[in-house]
């Protein structure tokens, strides 16, 4: 057995590689373990982007997350001297007098966030390739974007690194357990020991929360990426989200001809997080699901099917997150339950997680995350 660290860090992916920078940057010696080498294709990171936005419905401890979030986001730029958000603007699409958008511009008011109501003939106005029907309107936010996935994940990978954090690769843990003051935890191959765990093993959190097991369900989900002119160009097209009534859809504009790129939320399928995940199927119901909503709403840019992908979202009941301690072990902290919405909030939920571990005082009010709930 290796010499005792501080923290093990259970789950190296987004928030585990986030928690560690943040928890390495507070003094504390980390090891972070994980099954494979991030970033890869077998969690809930991959795929090239994801939405950076900040303008929530539900608990406000979203809103509040999202400003802390934008301001580390930048400051990780700053630090690893790398571009990793991109400021195209977000609109957020939806059909008049909806409740959800009304809370959402609410909440935004409420953090004084920049954001601008526009009308259907407006969004048509400014973006020529939404094909709207009467009775929709939009949100926009002015300073919200899409964060580059991979290079976020290289980014914390090296910080962390650089403040003493040691990140094992290929290293499965099949259980922990308390020793002492501390915690055991087990490999295939290894035993390592700390005083403090963090969990952060997303779709597997079901498998590693050791006498419990957070609620939380693999769901296979996909995107694809589509042939389009210059319209949908970053240069002057938002990413966004759509609220229409075959499903909620987001979507990011072409950059370098990349294509536009456009998945569905609220559709997947239930799979077991250990099984290889199907691939995307061009021709088939995958490539339809998204096709369906560009050819309604955005039909010019219902080019040819560059490429297609498939990805974990690890959901909970609610589609709220799980972020607490471990009911029985007070040194172990669980997040997880990040329901294809988290990575936006990676940064602060970092932050957060050395927080808790350093038992610092918390900014949020983390009720709506509490392990309990359910």
């Known amino acids: 057995m290796e010499k005792k660290v501080d923290v093990i860090i259970i789950g190296a992916g987004t928030m585990g590689l986030s928690s560690g920078y943040y928890l390495a940057k507070s003094g504390k010696s980390v090891l972070m373990l994980d099954a494979y080498e991030p970033p890869h294709t077998q969690g809930s990171h ?34 690893s001297s790398s571009t990793l958000l991109i400021p195209s603007g977000v609109l957020n699409i939806s059909p008049d007098h909806d409740p959800l958008a009304e809370e959402k511009w609410n909440n935004a008011l409420a953090f004084n966030l920049s954001v601008e109501r526009l009308s259907t003939m407006e969004i048509k106005h400014r973006w020529p390739g939404f094909h709207l029907p009467k009775g929709y309107s939009g949100i926009l936010e002015r ?58 093993t997303g779709a597997w959190a079901s498998e590693t929360g050791g006498s419990i097991q957070p609620p939380v369900a693999a769901v296979r989900q996909v995107i694809g990426w589509f042939e ?51 691939p995307f199927q061009a021709g088939g119901e995958d490539e339809e699901i998204l096709r369906q909503a560009l050819q309604k709403y955005i039909p010019e840019a219902s080019g040819r099917l560059l490429r297609g992908a498939a990805c974990k979202y690890e959901n909970t009941p609610d589609e709220d997150f799980i972020i607490d301690y471990h009911p029985e072990h007070k040194g172990v902290v669980l997040a997880c339950g990040f329901s294809g919405h988290g990575f936006k909030f990676a940064s602060a939920v970092g932050e957060l997680i050395s927080h808790l571990v350093n038992g610092d005082s918390i900014r949020y009010n983390l009720s709506a995350f509490r392990l309990d709930r359910f």
């Open 46 to 79: 991959h795929g090239d982007t994801r939405l950076f936005r900040y303008a929530y419905t539900g608990d406000l401890v979203y809103n509040a997350m999202a400003v802390r979030a934008h301001e580390l986001w930048n400051q990780l730029e700053r630090e």
């Open 228 to 278: 389009a002119p210059k319209l949908f160009d970053v240069s002057h097209f938002p990413g966004f989200t759509l609220d229409t009534e075959n499903g909620l859809y987001y979507g990011f504009p072409s950059k370098d001809g990349s294509g536009l790129k456009i998945g569905r939320h609220d559709w997947g399928t239930a799979v077991d997080p250990n099984a290889p995940l199907l």
């Open 143 to 200: 300073r919200a974007g899409y964060l580059l996935t991979e290079p976020v994940l290289q980014a914390y990978k090296g910080l962390a690194g650089q403040h003493g954090a040691r990140l094992v690769t290929g290293a499965k843990v099949r259980h922990w357990e308390p020793s002492g003051s501390g915690f055991i935890v087990h490999t295939a191959t290894e035993k390592y020991e700390a005083e403090q765990l963090v969990i952060t």
